[in-house]
Each structure stands twice: as structure tokens, then as C-alpha cells.
């Protein structure tokens, strides 16, 4: 059974704002919470982390409570790691003493897993003002994993960061939540970032949740090579050949099992190969039956697309994507980087 964080809060900023919401999330994997901007995606993370004091408020975590009318957890002690839109990384300290500063709150002697996943060995030595946005991003993350902490807030982090910037730093967020295996909220209004590191995504808009939205199509696949700046995967289940090269940052290993986030929004699903020069991946599928949307086999593995034309149960398809970013697998990543 999966633990869940369970809450009821409601908090107003005079006339101005209100936020009232209530929900079970299931502490597995990284559950997106997606909207516009002012929404109060920001300060529901805050009244949750205890940041932001909500006028009433019933918080469990697992089988803690947070909050309630009796019970207040301060902030420190709810073992979260939170990681803002601003890095906030200690500017007279090296990128070691900021990861190391995580690190001892909670007495925690060995981070090497954390800085690997991050790649972050070549920085350790840097001072903060030396380091690039992106780079700046990873230490910030890189310090509230050290942490060990029970549940990672991130709120917009890659907030600000150009679609090229952003592309890079994705793939390492997905290593290193799955190699410190802790639950993750993330706060975004990025599709891309929600198809590529998100297991479930909860709408919000207006200070109030709009209720769950499609999980992102994801297929697992097997990284084959790794050479002049290309990885090679082999989609699980389908016959040598069935790989593609893709120009991604070099994050997998020869043997490591990714997860591809399939792009809802530039998928195409036609009768016939389309041949497409610009499609990073082009599938064979199956039309199966599903509820929900059009439910596609691909090699033995099952997604269900939000649309998609009427077709009869068993018509062969073709799928193509025009983008797909990489998210390692925690069931297999880290054994296969012993």
C-alpha cells in the first residue's frame, strides 16, 4: 500500500487571493502540480512545508501530523527538501560546504550517490558566483537531497532557464529523485517538464485543484550505446533495430533502463509508416481496448493517448514523437550503476 500526504487547507490574503484545497497524493514517484502562473501552486508547497501559516489547516504525512488544530510541526523538522525558484545557494561557501551544509542537518555521511547522479564532482571545488544558471540549479537540488529527506518540494525550479538550458537539466532531475527513491511535488506550467519527469499531474488554477489530469505516456527503454554525443536506446520489448539515435545530455549508461516521456501534444498516430525525417521516434502500435482515450500497444507495452481517430481493436498504427527527453528508471538504474 503507498503512503499518501493527505490535507485540507484554506488561507486568504485579505480580498486578494484565497486558496482552499484538499487531496490525497500518493508518496511514490513525482506528482506534477501544473497551472498558470498565480495560480497558488507556490503557496500551497509553502503551506505545506510550513512556510506559510493557512488560516485552517489538517496535514498527515504518512502516518505524521503535520498540522492540525492541536498539532504543529515546525518546518525543520518535517524532513522536507525544498528547492525554490531562486537557488539560494550560500554565497561564501564552496559548492562542497553548501551540498555538505544539506548534508549535516540530518547527519548524513555519504552523498557520493547524489553528487554522481547530479555530476557534480567537477564543481565541488567552484565558488557559487562561478557557476553558470543550470549549474547553480543542480547544487541547489544536490543540497536538499543530501538532506535524506522524506519528501522533495520543488518549485519551479528550472524557473527562468531557456527550452535548450532547460532540456539539459531535466534528465539529471529524473536520475536523482530515482536514485535517492524519495517522493517529489512539482510545482510547474511547463507541459514539457510534466511530460518528462511526471508520474501523475493535479491541476490547479485560482487558489483551488482542478482534479487530475492524464498521466504523460511513458515507455521504458534500454540505453545501447552511448558515442559522440548520442545516446542509443532499444525500446523494451522490440527486436534488434528497433533503437533510436537521440541527441540528448549524457546522463545513462551502456545497460541503464530510461523511461521516454512521450509528448502528447506532437504525437502522431497514423495507419501508415509517415516516414517522417523531423520524428525522433517512429513506433509500431496496436490499437487495444482502453478507456479514456486511444489505448496503444508498442511491443507488449500498453499507453492510453488523451485523443486519437476511431480505430478497430487489433488495427496495426504508427506512432511518432517529436520530442522525447530520458528519465532513469529507479527499479534499474541503480543496480546497473553499482
Same mark, same amino acid.
Do not use: D, I, W
Given at each position: 500500500m503507498v503512503d499518501t500526504l493527505e490535507f485540507r487547507l484554506k488561507l486568504s490574503r485579505?480580498?486578494?487571493?484565497?486558496?482552499?484545497a484538499a487531496e490525497t497524493i500518493p508518496l511514490d514517484g513525482v506528482t506534477a502540480i501544473m497551472g498558470p502562473s498565480g495560480g497558488g501552486k507556490t503557496t500551497l508547497l509553502r503551506a505545506l512545508a510550513g512556510l506559510e501559516r493557512a488560516g485552517r489547516a489538517n496535514v498527515r504525512f504518512r502516518e505524521t501530523v503535520w498540522e492540525d488544530r492541536d498539532h504543529w510541526i515546525p518546518p525543520e523538522d518535517r524532513r522536507i527538501g525544498f528547492v525554490f525558484q531562486n537557488p539560494a545557494l550560500f554565497p561564501h561557501l564552496t559548492v562542497a560546504r553548501n551540498i555538505r551544509y544539506g548534508a549535516?542537518?540530518?547527519?548524513?555521511?555519504? #552523498?557520493d550517490a547524489i553528487v554522481d547522479a547530479l555530476d557534480l564532482g567537477g564543481l565541488m571545488h567552484r565558488a557559487v558566483q562561478e557557476l553558470s544558471g543550470g549549474e547553480a540549479r543542480r547544487v541547489a537540488l544536490g543540497r536538499a537531497l543530501a538532506s535524506n529527506p522524506a519528501v522533495l518540494f520543488l518549485d519551479e525550479p528550472l524557473s527562468g532557464l531557456d527550452w535548450a538550458r532547460k532540456s539539459e537539466l531535466l534528465p539529471y532531475i529524473g536520475r536523482a529523485v530515482s536514485e535517492a527513491r524519495v517522493p517529489a511535488? #512539482?510545482?510547474t506550467h511547463s507541459l514539457a517538464e510534466v511530460t518528462t519527469l511526471a508520474d501523475r499531474v493535479l491541476g490547479m488554477s485560482g487558489g483551488r485543484l482542478t482534479g487530475w489530469r492524464p498521466a504523460p505516456a511513458r515507455l521504458t527503454a534500454t540505453v545501447i550505446s552511448v558515442s559522440d554525443g548520442v545516446m542509443r536506446v532499444l525500446v523494451d520489448g522490440a527486436e534488434a533495430g528497433g533503437g533510436a539515435d537521440l541527441t540528448l545530455p549524457l546522463i545513462a549508461e551502456v545497460g541503464e533502463t530510461v523511461g521516454l516521456g512521450l509528448p502528447l501534444d506532437s504525437l502522431m498516430v497514423s495507419t501508415e509508416n509517415p516516414g517522417r525525417n523531423d520524428a525522433l521516434l517512429t513506433l509500431p502500435a496496436t490499437a487495444v481496448e482502453g478507456e479514456g482515450g486511444l489505448a496503444l500497444d508498442i511491443f507488449g507495452q500498453r499507453i492510453v493517448l488523451a485523443r486519437g481517430g476511431p480505430h478497430a481493436i487489433g488495427a496495426p498504427l504508427w506512432v511518432s514523437a517529436a520530442r522525447i527527453l530520458p528519465r532513469p528508471e529507479p527499479s534499474d538504474s541503480a543496480d546497473n550503476r553499482r
Open positions: 485579505g480580498e486578494m487571493f484565497s486558496l482552499e549535516r542537518r540530518r547527519e548524513v555521511e555519504n #552523498y511535488l #512539482y510545482v
